[in-house]
């Protein structure tokens, strides 16, 4: 090959990548997610900052995602309403936050006594969940994914035992989503807030016992501290999903391809959230034992058959709402529950039985 035409194609290749950097330049989306956490918080903290980077490999750099961590652009309970409004294009929280929006939005999180990490995804990757999920959070501008889950969650930290229904009664309790409307129920003084919040409030005496996920996030926001018994099981939440919500109009803009890389950014997320925390959870009520002295609670019998009365009540509730919508979540869900419960007789609860007979666990 003539040496004068082969520099000439290659002078002519290296102008034409250069001229073509610039387009690509003017491709990328700088997108900003408002957090409910924060910053590296273990266990949904961690989670968000994950999402944030995902995105932005998966997308090959097309989509710049920065984090704001809670308070840093929006309070951590204002984040849905910063991307509904536009003033962000993405937020990581809980759907139990958003129960002042519709009540129906609380079951996509969690449920007294209701569906286990991976009955969740269950539901609304094969039960028609995530079409009635589009839909409520279609009336609020927002695009919704689930991203991760805490698995059980615990019942909570108290500064004095429980021995019975009567201990409940009058306690200033934190907790968030259905979980509050069951410990009203039972006779508690509800109050929702953050979890540094609840630290504050229990070493004030503001507040008598309180719940946040588990032990791995409870023990980096030292609540041994300040309660020094720690109750199970959560059946208030027996899990927790993670959401991400995307502005809808930002995401209906996307290209296709750029759709599908957020979507599975958020779905390949889920099983290692959820796995990471029952591992850090088991490792860190070790530590909570054997290092601080926390002491390790079951509810009595008959405080967990109240609370299964009350969650009875909290469903027949939202099946009765003046929302049409609410009422068809709801009977969704319970389709999938009693479908998928009766079910696990046999697979999961009778393998796990069948271990605690030999292992005790």
Same mark, same amino acid.
């Given at each position: 090959?003539?040496? &004068?035409?082969?520099l000439?194609?290659?002078?002519?290749g290296?102008?034409?990548?250069?001229l073509?950097?610039p387009?690509?330049?003017q491709?990328? &989306?700088?997108w900003?997610l408002?957090?409910a956490?924060?910053?590296?918080?273990?266990g949904?903290?961690?989670?968000a900052?994950?999402?944030?980077?995902r995105?932005?490999t998966? =997308?090959?750099g097309?989509?710049?995602?920065?984090?704001?961590?809670a308070?840093?652009?929006?309070?951590?309970?204002?984040?849905?309403?910063?991307?509904?409004e536009g003033t962000?294009?993405?937020?990581?929280?809980?759907p139990?936050y958003?129960? =002042?929006k519709?009540?129906?939005?609380l079951?996509?999180?969690?449920?007294? *006594?209701?569906?286990?990490?991976?009955?969740?995804?269950?539901?609304?990757?094969?039960?028609?969940?995530? #079409?009635?999920y589009d839909?409520?959070?279609?009336? *609020?501008?927002?695009?919704?994914?689930?991203?991760?889950?805490?698995?059980?969650?615990?019942?909570?930290?108290?500064?004095?035992e429980?021995? =019975?229904?009567?201990?409940?009664?009058?306690?200033?309790?934190?907790?968030t989503?259905?979980?509050?409307?069951?410990?009203t129920?039972?006779g508690m003084?509800?109050?929702?807030? =953050?979890?540094?919040?609840?630290?504050?409030?229990?070493?004030?005496g503001?507040?008598?016992?309180?719940? *946040?996920?588990?032990?791995?996030?409870?023990?980096?926001?030292g609540?041994?501290q300040?309660?020094?018994?720690?109750?199970?099981?959560?059946v208030g939440?027996?899990?927790?999903? #993670? #959401?991400?919500?995307v502005?809808?109009?930002?995401?209906?803009?996307?290209?296709?391809?750029?759709k599908e890389?957020?979507s599975?950014?958020?779905?390949?997320?889920?099983?290692?959230?959820?796995?990471?925390?029952?591992t850090?959870?088991?490792?860190s009520?070790?530590?909570?034992?054997?290092?601080?002295?926390?002491q390790? &609670?079951?509810?009595p019998?008959?405080?967990?058959?109240?609370?299964?009365?009350?969650?009875?009540?909290i469903?027949?509730?939202?099946?009765a709402?003046?929302?049409?919508?609410v009422?068809?979540?709801?009977?969704?869900?319970?389709?999938?529950?009693?479908?998928?419960g009766?079910?696990?007789?046999?697979?999961?609860?009778?393998?796990?039985?069948?271990?605690?007979g030999?292992?005790?666990y």
């Amino acid at each position: 090959m003539d040496r &004068r035409k082969f520099l000439t194609v290659g002078t002519v290749g290296a102008a034409a990548t250069t001229l073509a950097a610039p387009a690509v330049a003017q491709d990328v &989306r700088e997108w900003k997610l408002v957090s409910a956490w924060p910053k590296n918080l273990p266990g949904p903290g961690v989670a968000a900052q994950t999402l944030a980077d995902r995105i932005t490999t998966l =997308s090959g750099g097309r989509i710049k995602v920065t984090l704001y961590a809670a308070g840093e652009i929006v309070p951590g309970n204002g984040v849905f309403d910063a991307v509904s409004e536009g003033t962000a294009e993405l937020y990581h929280a809980v759907p139990a936050y958003w129960g =002042s929006k519709s009540k129906g939005i609380l079951l996509f999180g969690s449920q007294p *006594f209701g569906l286990r990490a991976d009955e969740q995804a269950g539901w609304m990757i094969h039960g028609g969940g995530q #079409e009635l999920y589009d839909e409520m959070y279609g009336r *609020f501008g927002i695009k919704p994914f689930l991203c991760g889950n805490s698995g059980p969650q615990w019942a909570g930290w108290f500064k004095k035992e429980i021995n =019975s229904v009567e201990d409940l009664k009058g306690l200033k309790f934190r907790t968030t989503g259905l979980a509050s409307e069951m410990a009203t129920k039972l006779g508690m003084a509800a109050e929702a807030m =953050s979890g540094p919040a609840m630290f504050q409030a229990l070493q004030t005496g503001a507040l008598d016992a309180g719940e *946040f996920i588990g032990p791995w996030t409870d023990s980096a926001l030292g609540y041994y501290q300040v309660a020094p018994y720690y109750y199970w099981p959560g059946v208030g939440e027996p899990s927790s999903a #993670e #959401e991400c919500g995307v502005n809808a109009e930002v995401f209906a803009a996307l290209p296709d391809d750029l759709k599908e890389v957020v979507s599975q950014a958020c779905a390949g997320l889920y099983n290692p959230v959820w796995t990471e925390y029952t591992t850090k959870h088991a490792q860190s009520l070790k530590a909570l034992v054997e290092e601080h002295g926390v002491q390790v &609670r079951k509810l009595p019998d008959d405080v967990i058959a109240a609370m299964g009365v009350a969650a009875e009540e909290i469903i027949a509730e939202l099946l009765a709402d003046e929302d049409e919508l609410v009422q068809r979540i709801t009977a969704s869900f319970i389709a999938y529950r009693d479908l998928v419960g009766g079910y696990m007789t046999y697979a999961d609860n009778g393998q796990m039985n069948a271990r605690a007979g030999i292992f005790g666990y």
